[in-house]
């Protein structure tokens, strides 16, 4: 292994650190507000996002169409927009606490509705402004460092609890959003030395809901039931109206209101979510060789960290440690993304690789980093704990993607390995299973199938080995297909497309064609998520570090089952010949909506790889 660390912090404990969310204080980060003087931001955060990076920035699309954030007060005002934060059911609702008001400015006007592009006060789609908005990672809580509990005494972290365990947990958890998505910003400011502008989410409904975290009032302040349930956000009946996809429909999740000064013993008060909402955001900028970290709600940038030649990023499934290939210089550097540690935002190491790295992707268990070497047709696979590399040559043209399964050790396919896809410049897909032998093979196979202009891989959220690859069909036009692998009879390795989406042959009940036909990236809606469950954890490397919770695995612990860790609805598609974002619903094929983002050039969402 090849190292290169400052002098102050030893090589192998700096890539050997254990990440988590176990420490609970930490020192308050300065909150950078330069640039904002003439225009707001405040945004819905994951899991009710989809992040764009753009020539230029970042742009949100929202997925729940509730919140009460920045966004256009004539729209607001307009009797003909019956959609958007208006038609919240929860404004003026007895006992929402705190009190839902109508917007009254830009600032507060909330959302346009689910699938629009989210919207400054100055009504520009563009929320945070760069050179170049490329690869996109979403990191750790923000309300890990920056947060109310120093003027809240019901909002610190000892009362904070995993909404599906009921255990005490520091750290807003991804499997629940707030509410509103986002709460709105208010004057003066509750907690300007964080940096925190805004309402904290409703308190926690105290009505008892099965397997839901309630407040349990008396002593805690009442609170009635979220009227936002699963539904239907574009329906004009009551009755049906509500978020498409969630998995804690019908409760509040936020803490109880400040404590009137003396305060009193705060009794335990439970809650899992606070301000601030949302997370680090990471943007890769490559036109300034740097990673920005943005808050991801209000588009603050909080971090700027160069690189020598970065073209790719990806998180660790445990969160702690982002990967930056460097591409001019075929190295692969560490980054500590870790709020509590002391290193935080720092490089942590570089470990050079083969030429031209360029994509890469994490194995869900965390056991490997596996990186495209698109100059030299090889792989580089970085051992997971010891950072140790490996080369393995590919029987195809230069590698330009690729995508993780978990270890198939009592899921998925059985098999006790994982497997990679890796997509190549000749729109060749083959698969490298993994070892160790005598367990597996540990070598590349070709899968026999070819895409036409074939440009990204994603995982799917699945317990099997599948995977999603976009190109386009035989007429040119742009299609998805999904790639599946499964055992044959005797014992081999089968790999199949088992479904198509847009083109001229989809196979699914509704065949919508897409608005362009050159895919750049794809996403997927984490809206209804297990990620506050247990993760499933390598059998074989049980020492290795992961998340308190909201970890990236793809596989979670369900009562005596494992089951995916999300279960998407749509998938967004981003377009580069038609500058446009295409929302699809995957069950059906259906296009519901198509949005203009000029110099789109990639997407992001939380269970990416």
């Not at 805004?198 to 805690?220: F, H, K, L």
């Not at 000064?261 to 990471?282: A, D, E, N, V, W």
């Not at 065949?511 to 074989?540: Q, V, Y």
Request: a neutral charge; aromatic letters at 6%.
């Amino acid at each position: 292994m090849h190292c290169r660390l400052s002098a102050t912090i030893p090589c192998v404990f700096a890539l050997g650190l254990v990440h988590s969310f176990a420490r609970a204080q930490t020192q308050a980060v300065p909150v950078p507000t330069a640039g904002l003087e003439h225009r707001s931001v405040n945004a819905p955060v994951a899991p009710e996002a989809i992040y764009i990076g753009r020539k230029g920035g970042v742009s949100v699309i929202d997925l729940n169409g509730f919140g009460q954030g920045t966004g256009s007060i004539a729209r607001y005002l307009s009797p003909n927009y019956p959609y958007g934060y208006k038609r919240n059911p929860n404004v003026g609702q007895p006992g929402v606490v705190p009190v839902l008001v109508p917007g009254t400015s830009n600032d507060d006007a909330g959302s346009a509705g689910a699938l629009t592009m989210a919207l400054d006060s100055s009504l520009s789609d563009v929320l945070a402004h760069l050179s170049e908005g490329g690869d996109i990672q979403i990191g750790q809580p923000l309300d890990l460092i920056y947060n109310n509990s120093g003027i809240n005494a019901f909002a610190t972290t000892s009362n904070q609890v995993n909404p599906w365990s009921k255990v005490a947990m520091p750290g807003n958890s991804i499997a629940v959003a707030p509410h509103p998505n986002p709460p709105r910003l208010v004057e003066p400011a509750p907690n300007p030395r964080m940096g925190i502008e805004c309402e904290e989410p409703t308190v926690t409904t105290s009505i008892q809901v099965p397997g839901r975290v309630t407040t349990m009032s008396p002593p805690c302040t009442a609170s009635p039931l979220n009227k936002l349930i699963n539904g239907n956000p574009f329906s004009l009946s009551a009755a049906n109206l509500g978020v498409f996809h969630q998995n804690f429909d019908g409760v509040f999740h936020g803490p109880q209101p400040m404590p009137p000064s003396p305060p009193p013993p705060p009794p335990y008060c439970p809650y899992t979510t606070r301000q601030q909402i949302g997370h680090f955001l990471y943007v890769l900028d490559s036109v300034n060789d740097a990673v920005i970290v943005l808050n991801s709600n209000r588009m603050t940038r909080l971090a700027s960290i160069r690189l020598p030649s970065p073209s790719a990023i990806a998180i660790a499934p445990h969160l702690g440690v982002l990967a930056v290939t460097n591409e001019r210089h075929g190295t692969v550097s560490f980054l500590d993304s870790n709020p509590l540690s002391r290193t935080f935002h720092r490089v942590l190491g570089t470990i050079q690789v083969g030429t031209g790295p360029t994509k890469l992707a994490w194995q869900p268990e965390g056991e490997a980093l596996v990186v495209c070497n698109t100059a030299t047709n090889t792989l580089s696979i970085i051992d997971g704990s010891s950072f140790s590399v490996r080369t393995v040559n590919l029987p195809a043209s230069a590698p330009i993607d690729v995508c993780v399964s978990s270890r198939q050790f009592r899921i998925g396919i059985d098999t006790w390995t994982w497997f990679a896809y890796v997509l190549h410049k000749n729109g060749d897909l083959s698969i490298y299973e993994s070892g160790p032998t005598p367990i597996g093979p540990d070598r590349v196979t070709a899968t026999g199938l070819r895409f036409s202009s074939a440009t990204k891989l994603h995982h799917a959220a699945s317990l099997a080995p599948t995977c999603f690859v976009t190109h386009q069909d035989a007429t040119g036009l742009g299609q998805i297909s999904v790639v599946e692998t499964k055992r044959t009879a005797s014992g081999g390795r089968t790999s199949t497309v088992i479904a198509r989406i847009g083109g001229s042959n989809a196979t699914t009940p509704v065949k919508d064609r897409l608005s362009g036909n050159r895919i750049i990236d794809i996403a997927f809606d984490d809206m209804k998520n297990f990620g506050a469950h247990p993760e499933f954890a390598s059998p074989l490397y049980p020492s290795l570090p992961h998340a308190l919770h909201s970890g990236k695995s793809l596989a979670r612990l369900d009562g005596t089952t494992y089951r995916a860790t999300y279960e998407p609805r749509f998938v967004f598609v981003a377009l580069g010949d038609t500058n446009t974002v295409d929302i699809v619903e995957l069950a059906t094929g259906k296009l519901f909506r198509s949005l203009s983002v000029p110099g789109v050039r990639s997407l992001g969402h939380y269970f990416s790889q």
